[in-house]
């Protein structure tokens, strides 16, 4: 759901003010959907911690990190590099820890999203693909809430009674069969696609996603 207007510089004084640590997950948000590399540089807020996965190798190859503030880092390492040279930061025992074919993925997805300017694609395409949500799928039987934000959107759908997600997941197999692909999340439909995305596409995505809308029961 996105944030009322203010609420996040609002969270981020209220952390300040009792001594509370703000993390950012932006998994989603990460590398570009909202048209800026984080959604804390589209809202102009620094979070003490932010992790990301997804889109830093484009969504193909497994690759996550977290981000953190110099007073976490020297919490965890010692202030001015006082912790001794074996200290491993943010030790876990992850099996595929900085995974060398990840980390070329990496490297070559922010070559490419430099490259061919897609944070900015990503930020020109987001009010299409809201504008095309709303006035496709306004008024729908059982649509109760249309959402976007970047590029990235969602429409929820009243549940079916006592089978909460199943509304939703009958919509999923009907775009599936017809060659698109949208995620269900409860009674939601989501759509986050790739940077690279058209005008067309954005239509067909809609279109059929409204379709399959009408035809649910
Ligand atoms: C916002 C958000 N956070 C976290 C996750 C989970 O990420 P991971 O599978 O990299 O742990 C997801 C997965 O879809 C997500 O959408």
Same mark, same amino acid.
């Given at each position: 759901y996105v944030p009322p207007q203010g609420y996040l510089k609002r969270l981020r004084e209220i952390c300040d003010k009792h001594g509370i640590l703000l993390i950012f997950?932006? #998994?989603?948000?990460?590398?570009?959907?909202?048209?800026?590399?984080f959604a804390s540089d589209h809202y102009g807020v620094q979070p003490d911690m932010l992790n990301f996965a997804k889109a #830093?190798?484009?969504?193909v190859i497994p690759l996550g990190g977290v981000v953190c503030t110099d007073r976490i880092y020297n919490a965890m390492m010692?202030?001015?590099?006082?912790?001794?040279?074996h200290a491993i930061e943010f030790f876990h025992g992850y099996t595929?820890?900085?995974?060398p074919v990840s980390c070329a993925a990496a490297i070559a997805t922010l070559d490419l999203f430099r490259e061919e300017k897609l944070f900015e694609r990503a930020g020109e395409m987001g009010p299409v693909l809201g504008d095309a949500m709303h006035s496709a799928l306004?008024?729908?039987?059982? #649509?109760v809430g249309i959402r976007s934000y970047g590029l990235a959107a969602a429409v929820e759908l009243a549940p079916l009674a006592g089978q909460p997600g199943k509304r939703a997941f009958d919509v999923f197999m009907d775009c599936y069969h017809r060659g698109v692909l949208v995620r269900n999340a409860g009674d939601n439909l989501v759509f986050a696609p790739p940077?690279? #995305?058209?005008r067309a596409h954005i239509e067909t995505m809609v279109g059929t996603l409204a379709d399959a809308i009408k035809r649910g029961q």
């Open positions: 997950d932006e #998994v989603i948000t990460g590398f570009g959907r909202l048209g800026t590399a #830093v190798t484009n969504g010692g202030a001015h590099g006082s912790a001794p040279d595929y820890s900085g995974h306004k008024g729908l039987p059982n #649509v940077f690279i #995305v058209e």
